[in-house]
């Protein structure tokens, strides 16, 4: 049994039991939403563009710098590469066991934080040490 809008008399009892689908406003909306969401889409690429320039330069920045102080480090040596060489050590044992730390607690195993401490200290320790008691009679 099919219904036709032309077997009610009456315009209002062809609203009560036939909706009004409008196919083409419906298609037009769908239409301006998948718009909209490619717009998005091309915003958010070129934002996403924008931000690896970015992370680009800083990244060159921070190489350049990193470069010219070790340099400066190298060929000032003595205490100067020392502490340089000794820092690098401290921040690059700070940085493992901050790894550990986040790997450990994924797998439900920590470390005490005054471990990492110690053995941060120790890593910073060792070019002093080296520096000072370290008289290599080796000649070059």
Not at 91 to 116: C, D, M
Not at 134 to 139: F, R
Request: charged share 20%.
């Amino acid at each position: 049994f099919r219904l036709c809008s032309s077997d009610l008399k009456f315009s209002g009892l062809r609203k009560q039991y036939l909706p009004a689908i409008n196919w083409f406003r419906l298609w037009q909306e769908l239409s301006r939403i998948e718009g909209m969401e490619a717009m998005s889409r091309r915003k958010d690429a070129h934002l996403e563009e924008q931000d690896n320039a970015k992370q680009l330069q800083k990244r060159i920045l921070s190489g350049l710098v990193v470069g010219v102080s070790g340099g400066g480090a190298i060929l000032m040596g003595g205490w100067v590469f020392t502490v340089a060489v000794a820092a690098a050590a401290f921040i690059a044992a700070r940085e493992y066991f901050e790894l550990v730390k986040n790997v450990g607690n994924a797998t439900g195993v920590t470390l005490p934080q005054h471990v990492s401490g110690v053995c941060s200290f120790l890593c910073a320790l060792m070019p002093i040490w080296t520096l000072c008691c370290g008289h290599v009679d080796i000649p070059l």
